[in-house]
């Protein structure tokens, strides 16, 4: 098994424009977890989806936020129109659904993204 | 509700010497507990994880943590610090429940001198 693949690994992009994330979950898992890091902030849940079904948004900072799964195994996570603030590391993490006990995440390698 | 303290934000120890990183929780329910590990410019990775099984639990890298429910701790420990073990650590917990929602500490930063 590959992983949790993300991509870009690396981003620069200007002030205004729209940036997409990408994210491939394990074959298998049923739920998914974007992440945003920075110095700041530390890291902070942005959005989870449970069976492609988004469960919670409420860390998603603005309306310029959006983040969707069209199918069970891939997920994006788009910034229109992107900000300097919006500089950080993106991570995504993916893991079974369970009962309640909770196996904990897989996490992807993360995308740097810089706004200038 | 659920929440977690790392009570350190930065531990610097010398290589071949123990590591104790601490960790104390807040939860209304049995918890499920992780420390996770990143490196420089890399992704999270789980090192061990507790979940109602024995409360000392061993991980990968000679690292291991005990769930003392009394004391609502679970503090990591390893016995001799390798100078690969620099990296920030993240203790995490979980409620059932929760849909596997974890909650991260804001990470204690290790730092290991030869």
């Known amino acids: 098994d590959a992983g949790v693949i993300q991509s870009p690994r690396h981003e620069v992009t200007e002030m205004g424009q729209e940036v997409t994330l990408r994210c491939k979950l394990i074959?298998?898992?049923?739920?998914l977890f974007w992440y945003r890091q920075t110095m700041m902030r530390g890291l902070e849940l942005l959005i989870y989806?449970?069976?492609?079904?988004?469960?919670?948004d409420s860390g998603m900072p603005e309306d310029r936020f959006s983040a969707k799964m069209p199918n069970a195994s891939f997920s994006t996570l788009k910034i229109q129109p992107s900000e300097p603030r919006d500089s950080a590391v993106y991570f995504c993490?993916?893991?079974?659904?369970?009962?309640?006990?909770?196996?904990?995440?897989?996490f992807g390698s993360g995308t740097r993204l810089t706004v200038v | 509700a659920q929440s977690v303290t790392q009570l350190d934000s930065h531990v610097s120890v010398s290589e071949g010497t123990p590591v104790l990183l601490r960790c104390n929780y807040s939860?209304?329910?049995?918890?499920?507990l992780f420390w996770y590990v990143q490196h420089p410019n890399k992704g999270l990775q789980l090192l061990l994880k507790?979940?109602?099984?024995?409360?000392l639990v061993k991980g990968i890298n000679g690292f291991e943590a005990e769930f003392k429910k009394s004391e609502t701790s679970f503090h990591l420990t390893k016995p001799s610090a390798h100078m690969s073990d620099a990296a920030e650590y993240f203790c995490?917990?979980?409620?059932?429940?929760?849909?596997?929602?974890?909650?991260f500490g804001k990470g204690t930063k290790l730092s290991v001198k030869p």
């Open positions: 993490a993916s893991s079974p659904t369970t009962g309640g006990e909770s196996y904990g995440y897989t």
């Open positions: 074959s298998g898992h049923n739920s």
């Open positions: 989806f449970n069976n492609n079904v988004p469960i919670d």
């Open positions: 939860s209304s329910y049995s918890p499920s």
């Open positions: 507790y979940t109602s099984a024995a409360t």
């Open positions: 995490v917990v979980s409620e059932p429940g929760s849909q596997g929602n974890l909650i």
